[in-house]
């Protein structure tokens, strides 16, 4: 599903609410959460799940076409772990 999609089912599901204002709200809640995950906050949605930033220390990696060893830097990855009502809602289709 695309950000798009999510707010066309958003807005049929809310027909009291203008499809404008939707995007608005789901923008605003993507923004938090990204602004949170920016400033090294952990972000928890009860029943879905966990976002998080880790940290991946640096290492020296190799150039797939040449063999060469190259130095790659530490840097920080978003992680998603996932909460137990989602994943029972998967699992249990």
């Keep these: 599903m695309t950000k798009s999609e999510l707010i066309m089912r958003l807005a049929e599901a809310n027909p009291h609410l203008y499809q404008r204002d939707v995007e608005r709200i789901v923008s605003a809640i993507f923004d938090e959460i990204s602004d949170a995950l920016a400033s090294g906050d952990r972000v928890e949605l009860r029943g879905f799940g966990a976002f998080s930033v880790k940290k991946r220390d640096a290492r020296v ?3 797939p076409r040449t063999g060469d060893s ?3 830097q530490e840097k920080f990855v978003p992680f998603f772990k996932t909460g137990k009502q989602l994943r ?5 289709g």
Excluded: H, K, Q
């Excluded at 029972?88 to 249990?92: A, H, K, L, Q, S």
């Design 61 to 63: 990696g190799r150039n």
């Design 70 to 72: 190259v130095p790659v």
């Design 88 to 92: 029972d809602r998967i699992n249990d």
